[in-house]
C-alpha cells in the first residue's frame, strides 16, 4: 500500500473511548432513557464523577439530560441523543477495525 490513507488507523471518539464515559454511552445505548441512581450502579461510578462525565457527554450533545422532581426529591434522566447514537454506533465499528487489525 503506497498510499498513507491506506495504513492509518482510524480516528477513535476520545471522548467516548474514556472508560467511565465509555460506560456510560453503553448503557444507554441499550436502554430509551435511564436515571442518575441506575447508571451510577450499573457503572460503579460516584456520584460526582457520573456527573462530571455526564456534562461532557452533554456538551458534546451525545447525551440529553431531564431534571425533575419526584415526590420533591430530583431525579435526573439521561437519554442519548441521535448524535450520540451515531457517535457510539460509528466508535464501535471504529473500535472493531482497530481490533480486527490486530495479527492472531
Do not use: C
Amino acid at each position: 500500500m503506497s498510499n498513507d490513507e491506506d495504513t492509518r488507523s482510524p480516528d477513535i471518539d476520545k471522548l467516548i473511548h474514556e472508560p467511565a464515559r465509555l460506560k456510560i454511552m453503553a448503557q444507554l445505548y441499550v436502554v430509551e432513557s435511564a436515571d442518575f441512581i441506575f447508571l451510577m450502579r450499573r457503572t460503579q461510578l460516584t456520584w460526582g464523577n457520573l456527573s462530571s462525565h455526564m456534562s461532557k457527554l452533554e456538551t458534546a450533545g451525545y447525551i440529553e439530560v431531564e431534571k425533575e422532581f419526584v415526590d420533591k426529591k430530583p431525579h435526573t434522566i439521561l437519554a442519548l441523543t441521535k448524535k450520540g447514537r451515531a457517535a457510539f454506533q460509528s466508535y464501535r465499528k471504529v473500535m472493531q477495525q482497530v481490533l480486527d487489525e490486530i495479527p492472531e
